[in-house]
């Protein structure tokens, strides 16, 4: 495992596992999954007053997915669906065309951007976040 990429501050973000588990009165869901390397992940919201108020996920997968899914579940409550997925593509900005984080909070995955196998494993939660708010 290389150091740099599994740095302290995104193995410790993957191990705290904010929002781990099923939301059971989900009003949206979404699941994907990476046949490429075997990560599936499935983002669960809870939407009240047009804006999200939980997030669950269930993740099956590396430790870059799994800590992609724990700050979805930290940064995404309180978000309207639209600044949500403005997060969503700029997490996709940074992993593809080496833009900045779109919130500090992200930048613990600024490593993963030169390594172009993995950004898959972060972008797999936020594409999850995505169709299950395109579902409204």
Do not use: W
Not at 19 to 37: E, F, Q, V, Y
Not at 53 to 67: D, F, I, M, T
């Amino acid at each position: 495992m290389s150091t740099a990429l599994y740095h302290d501050a995104l193995v410790a973000k993957a191990r705290d596992g904010l929002g781990k588990g099923r939301l059971a009165d989900a009003t949206h869901s979404a699941r994907l999954d990476n046949p490429l390397c075997g990560d599936r992940v499935t983002v669960d919201l809870r939407l009240e007053d047009g804006r999200i108020a939980a997030v669950g996920h269930e993740v099956k997968g590396c430790l870059l997915c799994e800590a992609a899914a724990a700050s979805i579940a930290e940064l995404a409550p309180g978000k309207s669906p639209a600044e949500a997925r403005d997060l969503a593509a700029g997490i996709t900005a940074m992993m593809k065309e080496g833009a900045t984080a779109p919130l500090p909070a992200l930048e613990i995955f600024t490593p993963v951007q030169n390594a172009k196998s993995r950004r898959d494993c972060v972008l797999l939660p936020f594409g999850a976040l995505t169709k299950a708010l395109n579902g409204l």
